[in-house]
């Protein structure tokens, strides 16, 4: 990027971070790309999906991936979609599902620049990404960006064919169902699908903090994460 370049980008994230009249989510996206010599992307540009996020999955570490579900994120307005997924689009994710837990202590979210196809499995395709913005906790605490999981993991039926790979599938790594003849795969079950005695391993502190005891806990908890 040259120098004017440069400088235009500064002035655009400047004056998004300045209008009282953006949303947190537009202000921190306009800090971030300011950070990172990055040009501002407008939160309405990111193509928004729900998933099933990094935490609590069931798998090894190294497996680990935000898998993306379907398109839409219920209870917002379907966004505009350019097509199937390939890479520089980008996306915003949300893991829903977690969010009805624990009064929404944890709602994941994710916005990224999708990155190419690394390799595929049994139903999906797993691309890299470069993560512009990641929250944790119901309360809005930006998560450090070099620890955020840059995986995802989407559905075949949702990559664009310029972006399929041709390359042999290799053994699942996070547990999706595969039905034996192949014909179907479905996500994979989360900790509390699959043990409905299930708790978080925070759950007395969250019980104190859904009781108005511990106001910082997601705070407290978003800074420990970026640290494991």
Not at 139 to 153: G, K, N, Q, Y
Request: glycine share 6%; hydrophobic share 35%.
């Amino acid at each position: 990027m040259n120098q004017l370049g440069h400088e235009i980008d500064i002035m655009k994230s400047y004056q998004i971070i300045t209008n009282p009249s953006v949303t947190p989510i537009s202000c921190a996206l306009a800090q971030s790309a300011m950070e990172k010599n990055r040009t501002p992307v407008e939160e309405e540009k990111y193509e928004e999906y729900t998933v099933q996020s990094p935490l609590h999955q069931d798998v090894d570490g190294a497996s680990t991936a935000w898998v993306i579900l379907h398109r839409g994120i219920i209870g917002r307005p379907l966004s505009q979609y350019s097509g199937n997924l390939k890479p520089g689009i980008f996306v915003r994710l949300d893991d829903t599902t977690l969010a009805k837990r624990y009064c929404g202590f944890e709602q994941p979210m994710l916005f990224a620049e999708l990155g190419r196809a690394l390799h595929r499995e049994h139903g999906y395709h797993f691309f890299g990404s470069i993560p512009h913005l990641c929250i944790i906790t119901g309360e809005f605490h930006p998560f450090d960006l070099t620890r955020v999981i840059t995986l995802i993991a989407i559905p075949d039926a949702l990559v664009d064919d310029t972006a399929k790979l041709d390359s042999p599938i290799r053994l699942n790594s996070i547990d999706q169902m595969v039905t034996s003849d192949e014909s179907f795969v479905y996500p994979p079950l989360r900790k509390w699908e699959k043990n409905p005695v299930w708790k978080h391993p925070e759950w007395y502190k969250i019980e104190q903090w859904m009781r108005g005891e511990r106001p910082d806990l997601p705070q407290v908890w978003s800074e420990f994460l970026s640290k494991v």
